[in-house]
Nanobody, 120 residues
Framework: QVQLVESGGGLVQAGGSLRLSCAAS????????MGWYRQAPGKQREMVAT???????DYADSVKGRFTISRDNTKNTMYLQMNSLKPEDTAVYYC??????????????WGQGTQVTVSS
């Protein structure tokens, strides 16, 4: 069983910054992949940033140069640093991890979502 707890969302003015956190707990042997998606009202969920255990990252074109995904392996926590925020970044942000469990089975788990609102 793996749980994810997200935090760090909120209301910020355009041009501001926020840092989202996603803490994983449970029977985790290793986090193989992680990432952030977002869903704005009336829109489909879209990939924002992803990362692998090998250190490679990928970003949506709309956030490149503004957002940074990172992780603290000692805390099983990942982060999304969001700078130069724009009103179009307003959405519910979801983290996910793909983990190797202590049982040897792999599992993908999603966070509960955190609201980010950017005012103009």
């Amino acid at each position: 069983q793996v749980q994810l707890v997200e935090s760090g969302g909120g209301l910020v003015q355009a041009g501001g910054s926020l840092r989202l956190s996603c803490a994983a707990s449970g029977s985790i042997f290793r986090i193989n992949a992680m990432g952030w998606y977002r869903q704005a009202p009336g829109k489909q969920r879209e990939m924002v940033a992803t990362g692998t255990s090998g250190g490679s990252t990928d970003y949506a074109d709309s956030v490149k140069g503004r957002f940074t995904i990172s992780r603290d392996n000692t805390k099983n926590t990942m982060y999304l640093q969001m700078n130069s925020l724009k009103p179009e970044d307003t959405a519910v942000y979801y983290c996910y991890v793909r983990v190797l469990l202590l049982t040897g089975r792999e599992s993908t788990v999603w966070g509960q979502g955190t609201q980010v609102t950017v005012s103009s």
